[in-house]
């Protein structure tokens, strides 16, 4: 018999950051390929934050796979050349 399989409660949920960079890239001057990825985060409702050489948001943890998914369609969809994504549990 399979184990069950249960969606966590919101209770349950953890906060995750999910940090992107995306490339070609210049510091200052973001491409369409990165504005299209920032307003895909905004769209699901993340808050966004930029740095130098990478942007972050924080979201729950239900939200990971349309953020990282709709990130990463725009990105390519705008222009870019690769990109890279590192999620990772900052609290509950």
Same mark, same amino acid.
Not at 25 to 48: I, M, S, T, Y
Not at 57 to 81: C, N, S, T, W, Y
């Given at each position: 018999?399979?184990?069950?399989? &249960? @969606?966590?409660?919101?209770? *349950?949920?953890?906060?995750?950051?999910?940090? $992107?960079?995306? +490339?070609?890239? /210049? #510091?200052? =001057?973001?491409?369409?390929?990165?504005?299209?990825?920032? &307003? @895909?985060?905004?769209?699901? *409702?993340?808050?966004?934050?930029?740095?130098? $050489?990478?942007? +972050?948001?924080? /979201? #729950?943890? =239900?939200?990971?796979?349309?953020?990282?998914?709709?990130?990463?369609?725009?990105?390519?969809? *705008?222009?870019?050349?690769?990109?890279?994504?590192?999620?990772?549990?900052?609290?509950?």
């Amino acid at each position: 018999m399979a184990p069950t399989i &249960r @969606a966590p409660t919101l209770r *349950g949920m953890s906060r995750l950051r999910v940090e $992107f960079t995306i +490339e070609p890239f /210049v #510091d200052g =001057h973001p491409g369409e390929h990165v504005l299209a990825a920032w &307003r @895909a985060v905004e769209a699901q *409702g993340a808050e966004l934050s930029s740095g130098p $050489f990478s942007s +972050e948001a924080v /979201v #729950d943890e =239900h939200q990971v796979d349309a953020v990282v998914g709709d990130l990463v369609r725009a990105a390519f969809a *705008g222009g870019a050349d690769r990109v890279s994504v590192q999620v990772e549990r900052v609290g509950p």
